[in-house]
């Protein structure tokens, strides 16, 4: 007898809990993310030195320029980038090396009173001055003219001298006389005070020598001076001397007086020889140069 045999009933597997699968995936992702760091450090220990003195500068690169300026900030702040740049391109094993003190110039003397020379050094430096020894001798004076001429500026009063000299305009000077301009001629008589253009010395003497170096100023270039007179006046010292330039030569003579002023008043006479006939008026301006008052 047979048994009917009962159909058999399909089941499907059981499912799978979707728990287990969401854990899973967060696993695989922390593992993920800790391999990803794990390579980053790699990377890290191998691209930096193991020291930090293993670390090489590299070139400085100047910053951008700023606009022009002409004002002290723009000054100072340029100033400040190039100290900055030159600091840091020299290598630290350089040796700076201070700069050599400038050299310290030889005063030359000349014309006018030369860098770390006294007046009176360059006075005795200067080849175009001989020096006014005890051998040069007084000269006789004639007697003072009565027809004077003021400078009040220097508180001088000096003779006024007869025709052919003739007043004349006095800038640079306080006062004037000149005598005719000859044909031909590049000089001329001058006769003209002012108060004393150079540094006054303790003694009237030496403010005289040096004034008579100054008078070269206004007589032709290569003059040089030959003593011929010297000796006190009131108030006062007179030079009198020749001019010697080239093949021709003048007379000429300083009087250097106390006016009372600020400072001694000058009166400065000088004659070519193209006009030797007055030359005698040179002794009429060294007797009659005296103070007013």
């Not at 930096?48 to 702040?77: F, I, N």
């Not at 005795?124 to 020096?131: K, L, N, S, T």
């Not at 001329?188 to 010395?201: A, N, Y």
Request: proline share 11%; with cysteine.
């Amino acid at each position: 007898m047979r048994t009917a045999t009962k159909p058999r009933t399909l089941t499907s597997p059981p499912e799978r809990s979707r728990i287990g699968d969401i854990r899973m995936r967060v696993v695989y992702r922390g593992l993920a993310v800790a391999a990803a760091v794990a390579a980053a450090a790699v990377a890290v220990v191998v691209v930096l030195p193991s020291e930090p003195d293993g670390v090489v500068a590299g070139p400085v690169t100047a910053p951008p320029a700023a606009q022009p300026s002409s004002g002290p900030s723009a000054q100072a702040s340029s100033s400040a980038s190039a100290s900055a740049s030159a600091s840091s391109s020299a290598s630290p094993s350089e040796t700076v090396t201070p700069a050599a003190p400038a050299a310290q110039v030889t005063p030359t003397p000349g014309t006018s009173l030369a860098p770390g020379y006294t007046a009176m050094e360059a006075l005795y430096a200067d080849p175009r001055v001989p020096e006014l020894t005890t051998k040069v001798k007084r000269m006789r004076l004639p007697a003072p003219s009565r027809r004077v001429t003021k400078d009040r500026r220097s508180g001088l009063a000096v003779p006024k001298l007869p025709k052919p000299w003739k007043t004349y305009g006095p800038a640079p000077f306080t006062t004037r006389q000149v005598l005719p301009r000859l044909r031909g001629a590049t000089v001329r008589g001058m006769f003209v005070t002012c108060p004393l253009p150079i540094m006054e010395q303790k003694s009237p003497r030496d403010s005289a020598l040096l004034a008579a170096r100054w008078t070269l100023n206004h007589h032709p270039k290569g003059a040089r001076i030959t003593w011929l007179a010297s000796q006190p006046v009131r108030h006062g010292w007179m030079l009198v001397y020749r001019v010697t330039y080239g093949k021709r030569s003048s007379r000429a003579a300083v009087v250097v007086v106390d006016g009372g002023m600020s400072k001694p008043g000058l009166a400065f006479v000088t004659v070519p020889d193209a006009q030797r006939k007055q030359w005698s008026d040179i002794a009429r301006v060294a007797s009659g140069v005296r103070v007013l008052g």
